[in-house]
């Protein structure tokens, strides 16, 4: 019992040192800005349903300090756009519970960015479950955007 304590304590300074560090407050130059995540690699499982692998690009537009506008793109590692094929192996639903995980964090990855145009703040964008890479690299991306409005 006493470990349990000592991890959620644990995890509970992290998570508050984690958003404290990461606000996106400050001034931005109004515009468009566009930036990627980084290109993650081999992050499958054994059962080839978690479809880590790639990057996302984000634009965002800014207006006196508030994102009015966003729009974000998952890409597999090679370019292709994760779109309503993405999940799919030679254009056929091999696997419909893998083709349904992978079209979820396709839908999950255009929320991100409706909820950035909507709340107009990186820390306002809620993880969806199932999406958490495409959360991930939204995040990334996002940040690395608001860096070049700086």
């Known amino acids: 019992m006493k470990g349990k304590k000592l991890a959620v304590l644990g995890l509970a300074a992290l998570s508050a040192f984690l958003l404290c560090g990461c606000g996106d407050s400050g001034n931005y130059a109004d515009g468009t800005y566009t930036a990627q995540s980084e290109v993650y ?37 090679d370019g292709t756009v994760k779109g309503e094929d993405y999940g799919k192996q030679n254009g056929e639903i091999a696997n419909q519970d893998y083709y349904n ?50």
């Open 41 to 77: 690699e081999g992050l499958e499982d054994e059962d080839n349903l978690s479809g880590g692998d790639g990057y996302g690009v984000v634009t965002i537009t800014i207006r006196d300090n508030v994102i009015t506008d966003c729009a974000f793109t998952t890409y597999m590692t």
């Open 101 to 150: 995980k992978a079209q979820r964090a396709v839908r999950a990855s255009q929320n991100y960015a409706e909820q950035l145009a909507a709340k107009g703040r990186i820390e306002d964008v809620d993880a969806i479950s199932g999406a958490t890479i495409s959360y991930q690299e939204f995040q990334e991306a996002v940040r690395s955007a608001l860096k070049q409005a700086k």
